[in-house]
Nanobody, 115 residues
């Protein structure tokens, strides 16, 4: 079955950096577009970044220039490098993909940006 397992969240000061990872299994990872979403406190879920099977990327306006999405198909792993973090980046971050028209989500990784 499809599984997505995130790791790498935590508490960081404003201006700091974190890298999230998402290990995927149960499907052909290299053939799927992969996404990072987040849900902040009291906010709606937001698409943070996407990467296609060919490596094309897309970012939400609020993270452009600060976050970088990447993938290692040999390791079935998706990454999100987050730099220059702001308090408004505080959220639970989710890895996501669609397989055979069904959405799959990881368990989420908490990122808290606070001094």
């Amino acid at each position: 079955q499809v599984q997505l397992v995130e790791s790498g969240g935590g508490l960081v000061q404003p201006g700091g950096s974190l890298r999230l990872s998402c290990v995927a299994s149960g499907f052909v990872f290299g053939s799927r577009t992969m996404n990072w979403y987040r849900r902040g406190p009291g906010k709606q879920r937001e698409l943070v970044a996407s990467i296609t099977s060919g490596g094309s990327t897309n970012y939400g306006d609020s993270v452009k220039g600060r976050f970088t999405i990447s993938r290692d198909n040999a390791k079935n792993t998706l990454y999100l490098r987050m730099n220059s973090l702001k308090p408004e980046d505080t959220a639970v971050y989710y890895c996501n993909t669609v397989v055979v028209f069904k959405d799959y989500w990881g368990q989420g990784s908490q990122v808290t940006v606070s001094s």
